[in-house]
């Protein structure tokens, strides 16, 4: 009934308005567009006051009227409430009863999940790098204690401490790389990102830059055509190649922050169910990264650009694995290290690529390979020098320039002497005993030719026969007769002092010298010649 009244009342407005521009209803068709507007308008206007109410319609063409909730429990249908459309009122009763005392979902749920770092795994990993930055203070304090030392002058204290503070910058990147959405909000995760790259890429610049620049040196000082040891290394050329690698660095960095900046963003992963649970709900996860507009291309030219500087020390480092300089005392050192920085790096950097997606394993390898790294490179370099400050505690030799002797050829001139003294002795006690071996000859021989006197003048007045002694007429030849006696040393050659006794014209000599292989300015096989009479024996 209400129905009709409403299309009575509808038809009448139209009708009014189509006299207004001097039309009938009757010319309405199904194609008269201009007609079917005016019944749309007026039947969305009607309103009445009907037998159930106050009579009204929406765009959509439903009534607006009251409308009745209701719910059936045991087969019955019991009132909740009322809602009024026009007033937007709502009137209930709170007697509805659910299932489980919970209201039923008209759809699935999906709740959004942030992937983060785990929190055990980001203090461990943080509380390994603050070990580390404290040992890396610890050497650079060692180093200023200990400045005067030859021992560290020669392995250029500065590019040490340069290494040192990079180490520590490297270090304190693994503390950035675990700061997610935990920790910071969507605006200062920018700025977070931005302190990665720099902290990790300047301290990778100075750390492996000090390293490199050694071995660069080492290597233009063996590659000469006359290696000279007395040539000195200006330190200001390795810091200029250090300053050189952080300039690089600099510009990379600052133009990719000045043109397209890193920001954060989301990876979203395909929706997940979650376990013990009977809800209708399902799992978004998402994950953070810091990214730039045009990241592959900055990622590619930093990568490239510290790429090459890793495989041209990794070839420099082989080149120079043989060589120890005495200007660059811990060359070989500092060639272990590059040989453990290239490797790693070279299988961190893809690999790191390649897991990005799954945040505790990126992190704990990238902050397992840093770490290993710096400790490494700091036992390498360091742990030697310590050791051998710890043999030699009292020693408070002062740096004296390139050409002072070092304390190993020091040590090793101590020891010559020493060995000079203890053979210079022996000598004299072989030459000693020498002397008495032939004092007991000379002696014998004397007795000898005298009993043989004896007897030839006894056998010329047994015959009576008076004829010249051919020993006495006759000039004696001179005889010889050799000995020798041996010593030998750890340090030195085999020295032989050869003994040459001289019979003749009733005078015996006795002659000692050195081989001919000893010379007068060997300081350790000094020359002895010694000419002894009869009337000294």
């Known amino acids: ?57 929406s765009n959509d063409g439903d009534r607006i009227a009251w409308t009745q909730v209701e719910q059936m429990v045991g087969g019955l249908y019991h009132k909740l409430g ?6 937007d009122n709502l009137t209930w009763s709170n007697q509805e009863q659910w299932i489980g005392s919970k209201v039923p979902q008209d759809r699935t749920i999906v709740r959004r999940q942030l992937r983060t770092v ?26 200023f204690i200990h400045r005067d030392r030859r021992l560290i002058q020669l392995s ?19 503390f950035l790389l675990g700061l997610d959405g935990q920790f910071v909000g969507e605006q200062q995760f920018g700025i977070v990102c931005g302190l990665r790259a720099w902290c990790l890429s300047l301290g990778f610049t100075l750390a492996y830059g000090a390293m490199f620049s050694k071995i660069w040196r080492v290597h233009r000082l063996t590659t000469k055509t006359k290696i000279d040891n007395k040539v000195r290394v200006e330190p200001w050329k390795l810091y200029v190649m250090v300053g050189v ?22 990876e979203v992963f395909p929706l997940e169910v979650p376990q013990n649970t009977v809800e209708d709900i399902k799992i978004k996860p998402e994950l953070e990264h810091c990214e730039s507009q045009h990241n592959t291309i900055w990622l590619g030219l930093l990568y490239g650009y510290k790429g090459l500087l890793l495989i041209f020390g990794l070839f420099l480092a082989y080149e120079t694995r043989s060589i120890k300089l005495k200007q660059i005392n811990d060359s070989r050192l500092v060639g272990m290290s590059i040989y453990n920085v290239v490797v790693l790096c070279l299988i961190t950097a893809p690999v790191t690529l390649v897991i990005s997606a799954q945040q505790d394993a990126s992190f704990a390898f990238v902050s397992f390979a840093i770490i290993f790294c710096c400790f490494l490179s700091m036992a390498l370099v360091f742990v030697p020098k310590i050791i051998e400050v710890q043999r030699h505690p009292a020693e408070k030799v002062e740096y004296q320039g390139e050409g002072a002797p070092s304390k190993e050829e020091e040590e090793r001139y101590q020891k010559l002497l020493k060995e000079n003294e203890d053979m210079q002795r022996l000598i004299a006690e072989v030459e000693r005993g020498k002397i008495r071996l032939l004092k ?39 005889r010889i007769r050799q000995g020798s006696a041996d010593y030998h040393s750890e340090t030195s050659p085999l020295l032989k002092a050869h ?33 002894i009479s009869e009337s000294y024996l």
């Open 1 to 57: 009934m209400m129905q009709v009244w409403s299309v009575a009342l509808a038809l009448n407005k139209t009708m009014e308005t189509l006299v207004a521009v001097n039309k009938s209803i009757e010319e309405f068709t199904y194609t008269n567009k201009e007609i079917a507007d005016e019944l749309y308008k007026a039947m969305n206007a009607t309103q009445f006051l009907g037998v159930s109410g106050r009579v009204a319609f």
């Open 82 to 87: 009322y809602f009024d459309v026009q007033t």
């Open 118 to 143: 785990s929190l055990g795994l980001f203090i461990s990993m943080c509380s390994i790098s603050g070990v580390g930055t404290i040992w890396a203070m610890l050497l650079l304090v060692f180093t």
């Open 156 to 174: 250029h204290p500065a590019c040490n401490n340069i290494t040192l503070v990079g180490i520590m910058l490297c270090l304190g990147s693994i």
């Open 245 to 266: 690698m952080v300039v690089v660095d600099v510009v990379v960095l600052g133009v990719w922050q000045g043109v397209d900046p890193l920001r954060r963003t989301l």
């Open 440 to 478: 007991l000859k000379l002696q014998e021989r004397a007795a000898i030719r005298s009993q043989e006197k004896e007897q030839q003048q006894q056998q010329q007045s047994e015959n009576h026969i008076s004829m010249p002694c051919p020993n006495d007429a006759m000039p004696q030849q001179p």
């Open 499 to 531: 003994v040459e006794m001289y019979y003749g014209s009733g005078q015996p000599a006795v002659r000692i010298v050195t081989p001919e292989t000893a010379t007068p300015d060997d300081p350790m096989v000094p020359r002895i010649s010694y000419d």
